[in-house]
């Protein structure tokens, strides 16, 4: 078992760098992604009445 002064001693290192990730790439990756789940939403705008209308339907038949 290592003394308490042993295990600080390897803590001191930091934290090991994960190869082939860099901030920048992930960074461009977040935004994009961002930018298709926005086009996602803005291009299921337009079903949002029809959502509604159906919704109402569904509880309108359901519930005496």
């Given at each position: 078992m290592l003394?308490?002064?042993?295990?600080l001693r390897l803590y001191r290192?930091?934290?090991a760098r994960v190869g082939g990730r860099n901030l920048g790439v992930s960074?461009?990756?977040?935004?994009?992604?961002?930018?298709?789940v926005g086009a996602l939403?803005?291009?299921?705008?337009?079903m949002l009445p029809v959502l509604a209308e159906f919704a109402g339907?569904?509880?309108r038949t359901a519930l005496p």
């Open positions: 003394p308490a002064s042993g295990v290192g930091g934290m960074w461009f990756a977040g935004v994009v992604c961002i930018g298709i939403v803005w291009l299921s705008l337009p339907t569904a509880l």
